[in-house]
């Protein structure tokens, strides 16, 4: 009975996550909140983030190695981009 109680507890964790900005979490908050994702992949997201610039859409998640469409649709629900900032008019 413990360990089924763990097993739910450790589970739920995962139902329940909130959504999470993939253009601005941590990776350990991107592998807590996405299924599918762990640690390796979760840094990946965030190196790629860091060298292309921000997510533009959630399905080009799927050009960083190791991230397919399957693991995409499996999430969408849950990844968010935020809102694009609009560029500042510059005072001359």
């Known amino acids: 009975m413990k360990k ?9 964790v995962n139902i329940f996550a909130a959504p999470v900005n993939v253009n601005r979490a941590s990776a350990e908050e991107i592998s807590e909140a996405l299924k599918g994702i ?12 860091k060298d292309n610039g921000a997510f533009s859409s959630i399905d080009e998640l799927t050009n960083v190695k190791g991230i397919g ?5 499996a999430n969408r ?8 900032k609009k560029a500042r008019k510059s005072k001359k």
Not at 6 to 11: E, G, I, R
Not at 69 to 73: D, I, M, R, S, Y
Not at 77 to 84: A, C, F, N, P, R
């Open 4 to 12: 089924v109680m763990l097993f739910l507890m450790l589970f739920s």
């Open 69 to 73: 469409l399957k693991t995409v649709a």
């Open 38 to 49: 762990g640690m390796k992949k979760a840094v990946a997201i965030v190196k790629y983030r």
């Open 77 to 84: 629900g849950d990844i968010k981009l935020g809102k694009k």
